[in-house]
C-alpha cells in the first residue's frame, strides 16, 4: 500500500480505489458530524472527487488521512459559505422560523444508545457551533486554525463553541 499513493498520484484507478477504502470511513465519519448527517453522501463524494483532483499536489508531509481530512473540512466550509449566501438571498422576515435554533435533545452515558442520542443533540445545533463544536472538541483543531478555515474572527469561534457547550449541558441537565 505503501507505493499506491505515487500510483494514485499519476492516476492509477486501482490505487487510488485502495486509498480511498482505507480512509473512506474517518472521512465519512466527519462528514456525518459537519453536516449532522443532512447531505453527508454528497459532502463524502465531493471530498473524494476533490482528493482525486488534489492528490498529485500531495507532498508527504503529513500523513494521507490528515490530509484528506483537511481537505474533508475546506470541502465542507466551501460548501457552507455557498449556501449561506443562497439562504442570505432566501431568507426574509416572513419565515422567522427559518432563523431560530433548534432545541437539542439527549444525554450522555456509556450506554452505546445514548452516545447514538449525544450525536443527534450534536446533529441539531446551528450549524456554526456544530462545525465549531466538532472541529475543536472532536477533531481537535485549535481555535485559529478554524476561524481561519472558516474565514471568521477567532472570538467568532470560541462564541459559537460557547453556544455550543451551552446547548448540550442543558440538554444533558434535563
Given at each position: 500500500?505503501?507505493?499506491?499513493?505515487?500510483?494514485?498520484?499519476?492516476?492509477?484507478?486501482?490505487?487510488?480505489?485502495?486509498?480511498?477504502?482505507?480512509?473512506?470511513?474517518r472521512?465519512?465519519?466527519?462528514?456525518?458530524?459537519?453536516?449532522?448527517?443532512?447531505?453527508?453522501?454528497?459532502?463524502?463524494?465531493?471530498?473524494?472527487?476533490?482528493?482525486?483532483?488534489?492528490?498529485?499536489?500531495?507532498?508527504?508531509?503529513?500523513?494521507?488521512?490528515?490530509?484528506?481530512?483537511?481537505v474533508?473540512?475546506?470541502?465542507?466550509?466551501?460548501?457552507?459559505?455557498?449556501?449561506?449566501?443562497?439562504?442570505?438571498?432566501?431568507?426574509?422576515?416572513?419565515?422567522?422560523?427559518?432563523?431560530?435554533?433548534?432545541?437539542?435533545?439527549?444525554?450522555?452515558?456509556?450506554?452505546?444508545?445514548?452516545?447514538?442520542?449525544?450525536?443527534?443533540?450534536?446533529?441539531?445545533l446551528?450549524?456554526?457551533?456544530?462545525?465549531?463544536?466538532?472541529?475543536?472538541?472532536?477533531?481537535?483543531?485549535?481555535?485559529?486554525?478554524?476561524?481561519?478555515?472558516?474565514?471568521?474572527?477567532?472570538?467568532?469561534?470560541?462564541?459559537?463553541?460557547?453556544?455550543?457547550?451551552?446547548?448540550?449541558?442543558?440538554?444533558?441537565?434535563?
Amino acid at each position: 500500500m505503501d507505493d499506491d499513493i505515487p500510483r494514485a498520484q499519476r492516476g492509477d484507478l486501482d490505487a487510488f480505489e485502495r486509498l480511498y477504502r482505507a480512509h473512506v470511513g474517518r472521512v465519512n465519519a466527519l462528514c456525518i458530524r459537519l453536516t449532522a448527517g443532512h447531505g453527508a453522501e454528497e459532502l463524502l463524494q465531493d471530498v473524494f472527487v476533490r482528493i482525486w483532483e488534489k492528490l498529485p499536489s500531495f507532498r508527504g508531509e503529513s500523513a494521507l488521512g490528515s490530509w484528506m481530512h483537511r481537505v474533508a473540512v475546506n470541502v465542507y466550509l466551501v460548501s457552507r459559505r455557498s449556501e449561506l449566501r443562497r439562504e442570505a438571498r432566501v431568507v426574509t422576515s416572513d419565515e422567522p422560523e427559518s432563523l431560530g435554533v433548534d432545541a437539542v435533545r439527549g444525554y450522555v452515558t456509556d450506554d452505546p444508545d445514548a452516545r447514538i442520542d449525544l450525536e443527534r443533540a450534536i446533529a441539531r445545533l446551528p450549524a456554526g457551533a456544530r462545525a465549531a463544536f466538532v472541529l475543536h472538541d472532536i477533531e481537535g483543531y485549535l481555535h485559529e486554525e478554524i476561524a481561519e478555515m472558516q474565514g471568521v474572527a477567532t472570538g467568532t469561534v470560541r462564541a459559537q463553541l460557547h453556544r455550543a457547550r451551552k446547548l448540550l449541558i442543558e440538554v444533558l441537565e434535563s
